[in-house]
């Protein structure tokens, strides 16, 4: 099986890198989702959630305001301000 190389950095670290099945963003122009062996495409990112979805199916989600994201060859590089993690619902009481 296929998998995306991610990396995911804001100005000042790295918030996520590793292999994944799927990254879900949130682009100007509505939510994109990134498989394996996806055309090369770069979509600047609004305000919403990126959700990297890893080989298991444990999900990272993390809100953004604004950004990039860069599809190459499975290569998925995704550059923001600033990230903040999203709790899970149930945690959120």
Known sequence: MSALD???VTADRTVWTGQ???VVVPAVDGSMGILPQMQ???AILGTGVVRIID???HVE???VEGGFASVDAD???IG???AAVVEPA???L
Do not use: K, N
Request: glycine content about 4%; aromatic content about 4%; hydrophobic content about 40%.
């Open 90 to 92: 149930s945690s959120r």
């Open 40 to 42: 090369p495409t770069l």
């Open 55 to 57: 080989q298991d199916g």
């Open 75 to 77: 290569i998925v590089t």
């Open 80 to 82: 923001v301000d600033d």
């Open 20 to 22: 994944a099945a799927q």
């Open 61 to 63: 989600a993390l809100e």
């Open 6 to 8: 991610v990396t995911f």
